[in-house]
């Protein structure tokens, strides 16, 4: 199955081509038929499915034809990150056409994006805020819309955007196409669905349970040792990029120093940092300046990083959706991924619930050789009821970029000792982290 079976005109062929994209996605196959006929969708499903494509494509050949320089599509989105992930994966689909797109949300002057929009785009992605303050200014025609994309509405929900979705409902033509993505389907979001579809298809991925091509496990251990515990594990096991979670903005900046200390290319991406120093997070961990990113769950909605080997929840996340939508970037696109999970005794209820949305047990390992300090998980022994993470070694390890000398209190037994090279310290010296990403507490 290929690209080719839709009927899209041969520059979006192209465009396809040029993101590098041969067999379409499972939601692809599905929505892209729907999608062209012009009928509304009802998508369940997570981002890492090729959702972006799904919705993009058909918009796109709509715009082959019909006035240019008029916002006749619109793609609400939670996060400005995602926005930003919608808006390229938009303009590299219609490179080969004259289809401008432009992004809108907060946080960043508004100067540029009114003058965007006065020279004049067919697609805009919006942040709900920042789109209501400009209809409200007059600075945006909203009348032209022939296709609304609300992205991610759960996230919308989750983050108090409900009225104001329903807000901008007023501002676009009743008689339009709309298109609904959800991971989720809480009631207040299927009462939305209801009120905004008309006589929807419903195009399912994997709702709710976590992308099939990621495998889970958890390590049981108290909150007092979780970085002694990371640190032993990113030394054992060889990864090339992992995004950490923490609860907090807080801990995700302290966590990241403390990595950054030890010598790992490390940036972290929470909230309180400025736009142009998460989106440097983003494309530093994307181009591959740096190994780990340590992110709160905010900051990391539609980070769209290909290729994350592992996703290692520091912190329980709260709820499931939380959990898939955390693991969700990790197995992107059918590549295979991991997702550990560091579990504290009041997270068992948690767990529980995590276990039930995926169906089966989830594995608990203990990390040999760690020094466990008599916490509960050292009392257990593999064969009452702990798997067994053992230390592997290869060639891309991110544990090969950080200096040996500086984990030797959680050094498993089994690891030599060795001094720190010269170009591992030279490394570690380079643009120490709080220069380059100018944290804020
Ligand atoms: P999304 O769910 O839209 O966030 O997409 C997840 C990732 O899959 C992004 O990195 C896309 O560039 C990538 N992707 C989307 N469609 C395809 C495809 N047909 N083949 C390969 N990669 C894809």
């Known amino acids: 199955m290929n690209f080719e079976q839709f009927s899209l005109d041969p520059r979006i062929h192209a465009g396809i081509r040029g993101a590098g994209y041969t067999t379409p996605t499972p939601i692809q196959q599905q929505a892209i038929p729907v999608v062209l006929q012009g009928r509304d969708i009802l998508g369940l499903a997570q981002t890492g499915t090729g959702k972006t494509a799904a919705f993009m494509l058909p918009i796109l050949q709509r715009l082959t034809k019909g006035p240019l320089r008029k916002v006749r599509a619109l793609i609400v989105a939670p996060t400005r990150e995602l926005a930003e992930q919608i808006a390229q994966t938009s303009t590299t689909l219609s490179k080969q056409m004259k289809v401008k797109t432009i992004t809108v949300y907060g946080g960043v002057g508004k100067a540029p994006q009114v003058n965007a929009l006065q020279r004049g785009a067919e697609i805009v992605v919006a942040c709900p805020g920042r789109l209501l303050d400009l209809i409200g200014e007059g600075q945006i025609d909203l009348s032209g819309v022939e296709v609304l994309v609300l992205d991610e509405a759960d996230h919308m929900c989750d983050m108090g955007f409900l009225p104001d979705i329903r807000r901008i409902l007023k501002h676009v033509p009743a008689q339009r196409q709309t298109l609904f993505f959800s991971a989720t389907m809480p009631d207040d979001i299927r009462a939305l669905a209801g009120d905004i579809l008309t006589d929807p298809v419903t195009v399912q991925i994997g709702m709710i ?13 108290p909150d007092g040792l979780k970085s002694k515990l990371l640190l032993a594990m990113l030394q054992q096991t060889p990864t090339e990029r992992v995004l950490i979670f923490t609860r907090t903005k807080r801990r995700a900046r302290t966590l990241a120093e403390t990595l950054d200390k030890q010598g790992y290319r490390v940036a972290a991406l929470q909230g309180n940092m400025a736009q142009n120093r998460r989106q440097e997070a983003i494309n ?8 780990i990113l340590v992110a709160t769950d905010i900051a990391a909605r539609g980070i769209d990083v290909a290729a994350v080997s592992r ?26 991924g991991e997702a550990f999970t560091f579990m504290e005794q009041d997270d068992e209820p948690m767990v529980r619930a995590i276990e039930r949305v ?23 022994s593999a064969s009452q ?18 200096p040996a000398s500086h984990t030797e209190a959680v050094r498993p037994a089994t690891v030599a000792t060795t001094p720190e090279s010269a170009p591992a310290k030279a490394r570690r010296r380079r643009r120490p982290y709080w220069r380059r990403q100018g944290a804020q507490g």
């Open 209 to 221: 349970a976590p992308a099939e091509t990621v495998s889970h496990a958890l390590y049981p251990v």
């Open 284 to 291: 530093g961990f994307r181009n591959g300046e740096y190994d």
């Open 311 to 336: 996703v290692i929840n520091y912190d329980m996340p709260d709820t499931v959706d939380a959990y898939t939508h955390r693991i969700g970037r990790t197995g992107r696109a059918q590549l295979t």
């Open 358 to 380: 995926l169906g089966s047990p989830v594995e608990r390992r203990r990390v040999v050789g760690f020094d466990y300090g008599g916490a509960f998980p050292a009392s257990k």
């Open 385 to 402: 009821g702990y798997a067994e993470h053992r230390p592997q070694h290869g060639r891309n390890a991110v544990a090969n970029r950080a």
